[in-house]
């Protein structure tokens, strides 16, 4: 079955330090990767998109990897902030040809980064 | 400005009783997604439309039903809500082209009670 696997623990960050957050899938070839930030009680929001044939993307201090191989994306947060605690989810884009099919989201990692 | 739009924000119903959510959006964007997202769970994906097609998983329960009289709004019916129907509804927009999607924004959601 497919399945997207992300970090579902907490993961503790002291601020300043950079933040990496791994998004695992299996039985998919996914045409886009995304990642999404989600504060509690608040809907989603976006933050970068990439692309099969790409390898990184970056925005700010923000930093996605994709690799298709091991089928893994890697999200880094530099420079972490207070700010930045919230949920991470990873989200894949399934392209079946036809019209698009919907994202399909990992449960997301909950980051907090402590003073 | 909010561009896609959820109402209410908090809706309680019984059990049993039908439910309506509504979504709207301004970003003319022609794909609209309903996911449903149960605490500390990944959004899961109920239905979307891409333009006026309708895919629904075939996950979804018969008893969620959903409308898109226009590109603007989207609605989820519940039909006969049940306690395990109690979640945060999400509803989200993309632009799709050649059958593939860019970013998704998501509105507010709607916490959804069952008493």
């Known amino acids: 079955s497919q399945k997207i696997e992300q970090n579902s623990e907490a993961l503790n960050i002291q601020e300043g330090k950079t933040a990496t957050l791994t998004c695992n899938y299996t039985n998919y070839s996914p045409a886009y990767l995304q990642w999404y930030r989600q504060d509690p009680g608040r809907g989603p929001v976006f933050l970068l998109l990439i692309r099969e044939n790409e390898k990184e993307k970056r925005k700010e201090r923000l930093k996605v990897t994709f690799d298709t191989t091991l089928k893994q994306s890697l999200f880094h947060i530099t420079a972490s902030q207070p700010a930045d605690s919230a949920t991470y989810l990873c989200?894949?884009?399934?392209?079946?040809?036809?019209?698009?099919?919907?994202?399909?989201f990992g449960k997301g990692t909950h980051l907090i980064i402590q003073p | 400005d909010a561009m896609v739009i959820q109402n209410p924000r908090y809706q309680v119903t019984q059990f049993g009783k039908p439910v309506t959510l509504s979504c709207s959006q301004t970003?003319?964007?022609?794909?609209m997604y309903w996911y449903q997202q149960k605490s500390s769970q990944a959004p899961k994906l109920l239905f979307h439309y891409y333009d006026k097609d309708f895919n629904n998983e075939a996950d979804t329960p018969d008893n969620f039903q959903s409308r898109r009289p226009n590109t603007s709004f989207c609605f989820l019916d519940i039909r006969s809500p049940g306690l395990g129907d109690a979640a945060m509804y999400l509803c989200a927009t993309s632009r799709g082209t050649g059958g593939r999607n860019t970013e998704a924004f998501f509105g507010q959601g709607t916490r959804l009670t069952v008493v």
């Open positions: 989200a894949l884009d399934m392209y079946s040809g036809g019209g698009a099919d919907g994202l399909t």
């Open positions: 970003l003319n964007h022609n794909v």
